[in-house]
C-alpha cells in the first residue's frame, strides 16, 4: 500500500504559477511511475504529467511548456510546478502512483482554480 497526501492548490490569476506536492509513504519500495491527473467539472479525468523511477517524463499536450514535473526522491515527493496557468487549467488534480505490479493509488485531490 501507498499513501499519498497532496497540498498546493488554491486560486491563481491567469498567467500565475502554483507548485502542487505530493508526498508518498507506505510501500514506496514498489513504485514504478508517479504523475498527476487532473478532472474538470463534467470531463474525463486525464493525465498531465508524470515521472518514470529512471526519470523519463510525460506531458499533456496542453501543459507541454508550462508545467514542470519534477520529485525529490530523499523526501519520497513529487512537485508539479504549473506557470502561465490559464483558466481552461481549472480542475481537482490528483497525485497517483503505480507500482510495479500495476496498482494505483491516488491522492484525495486539490483545486486548482484559474480565475481573475
Known amino acids: 500500500q501507498v499513501q499519498l497526501v497532496e497540498s498546493g492548490g488554491g486560486l491563481v490569476q491567469p498567467g500565475g504559477s502554483l507548485r502542487l506536492s505530493c508526498a508518498a509513504s507506505?510501500?514506496?519500495?514498489?513504485?514504478?511511475?508517479r504523475g498527476w491527473y487532473r478532472q474538470a467539472p463534467g470531463k474525463q479525468r486525464e493525465l498531465v504529467a508524470r515521472?518514470?523511477?529512471?526519470?523519463?517524463?510525460n506531458y499533456a499536450d496542453s501543459v507541454k511548456g508550462r508545467f514542470t514535473i519534477s520529485r525529490d526522491s530523499a523526501k519520497n515527493t513529487v512537485y508539479l510546478q504549473m506557470n502561465s496557468l490559464k483558466p481552461e487549467d481549472t480542475a481537482v488534480y490528483f497525485c497517483?502512483?503505480?507500482?510495479?505490479?500495476?496498482?494505483?493509488?491516488w491522492g484525495q485531490g486539490t483545486q486548482v482554480t484559474v480565475s481573475s
Open positions: 497517483n502512483t503505480r507500482s510495479v505490479s500495476g496498482s494505483d493509488y
Open positions: 507506505g510501500s514506496i519500495f514498489s513504485i514504478y511511475v
Open positions: 515521472i518514470f523511477n529512471g526519470g523519463s517524463t
